[in-house]
Nanobody
Framework: QVQLVESGGGLVEPGGSLRLSCAVS????????MGWFRQAPGKQRELVAT???????NYADFVKGRFTISRDNAKNTVSLQMESLQPEDTAVYYC?????????????WGQGTQVTVSS
């Protein structure tokens, strides 16, 4: 079992910044891929950014150049630095872990943290 706990959400004005963090209950090096997803009201959950255990990153087009995913192996955390936030970035942001076991791949989700961009 892997438990994920997000923190760092909140209210920010357009153009502002926020940093989300996700605490992982196990060694982050054992996770094949960590990532951030988001879900706005009335919309489907969508990928924001991912990072594999080999440090390969992937970003959604709508966040490229504004968001940065990173991880701290010593602290077992993954972060999402968000810059130049816009109202359309308003959503619940979820931490995600993809881990491979002998029996297959398993997905784990955090409880989510609300990000609201508004003046």
């Amino acid at each position: 079992q892997v438990q994920l706990v997000e923190s760092g959400g909140g209210l920010v004005e357009p153009g502002g910044s926020l940093r989300l963090s996700c605490a992982v209950s196990t060694s982050i090096l054992s996770i094949n891929r960590m990532g951030w997803f988001r879900q706005a009201p009335g919309k489907q959950r969508e990928l924001v950014a991912t990072m594999t255990s080999e440090d390969i990153t992937n970003y959604a087009d709508f966040v490229k150049g504004r968001f940065t995913i990173s991880r701290d192996n010593a602290k077992n955390t993954v972060s999402l630095q968000m810059e130049s936030l816009q109202p359309e970035d308003t959503a619940v942001y979820y931490c995600h872990a993809l881990k491979r076991y002998v029996g297959g791949w398993y997905n784990y989700w955090g409880q989510g943290t609300q990000v609201t961009v508004s003046s």
